[in-house]
């Protein structure tokens, strides 16, 4: 069993419609989670982090975390061509070295 | 303000080298993390440093590579006698500390010959 979990996609979801992506963690120990953005070609770009049970909200972008289920979830509002890219789910796990540890990513496709 | 650094973008060299991977962290960062990504899949951690200690080399693949940061700002990581499987991108991020966000670099495409 892997330590991080995503579906590898693609999600192909069209133009203002809600995208959820799913992100299944192995160790309970986990304490600290992030979602990354990455475009074709470039580098990982943080949009969410979350520490606590509940949903987090910051503009389109909400991340909800259940630990006692062990899976964090994004969701994507009003999703926008400019979307696409593969999403990255990462823990961090402090007894681990505070190191992250990243999935494989899901690939998001927005279709106008 | 500027981002991570790293440099070269790309580097290209023959079996048996050795490369050195530079990194220069967001101006103020206390904790700097390496990590190796293969296409089509996510970062792999390698090691990271709080101020100039390295606290973890536990995701370094052999002897052969090694990271440091003497002053606690850039750091190298060095590859010694490269071989084709160590071809990859290598990404540098930086953190406020640990357990904080990381913010990555462009990354250095490395392509052993």
């Known amino acids: 069993q892997k330590e991080v979990e995503q579906n590898s996609g693609p999600l192909s979801v069209p133009e203002g419609a809600i995208a959820s992506l799913n992100c299944t963690y192995s160790?309970?120990?986990?304490?600290?989670f992030f979602w990354y953005r990455q475009y074709s070609g470039k580098s990982p770009e943080l949009i969410m982090s979350i520490y606590s049970n509940g949903d987090k909200e910051d503009g389109r972008f909400t991340a909800q975390l259940n630990k006692a289920s062990q899976y964090v979830s994004l969701l994507i509002r009003d999703s926008q061509p400019s979307d696409s890219a593969t999403y990255l789910c990462?823990?961090?796990?402090?007894?681990?070295?505070?190191?992250?540890?990243f999935g494989g990513g899901t690939r998001v496709l927005v279709k106008p | 303000g500027a981002g991570v650094s790293q440099s070269p973008r790309y580097k290209v060299t023959k079996r048996g080298q050795d490369v050195a991977l530079r990194c220069d962290p967001i101006s103020g960062h206390v904790s700097l993390y390496w990590y190796r990504q293969a296409l089509g899949q996510g970062p792999e951690f390698l090691t990271y440093f709080n101020y100039e200690a390295q606290q973890d080399k536990s995701g370094l693949p052999n002897d052969r590579f090694s990271a440091e940061r003497p002053e606690g700002s850039i750091s190298t990581l060095t590859i010694q006698r490269t071989e084709q499987r160590d071809s990859a991108m290598y990404r540098c991020?930086?953190?406020?500390?640990?357990?904080?966000?990381?913010?990555f670099g462009d990354g250095t495409r490395l392509s052993i010959l």
């Open positions: 160790d309970r120990g986990s304490q600290s």
């Open positions: 990462a823990v961090n796990r402090k007894a681990a070295g505070n190191k992250l540890t």
């Open positions: 991020a930086s953190s406020l500390g640990t357990d904080q966000p990381q913010h």
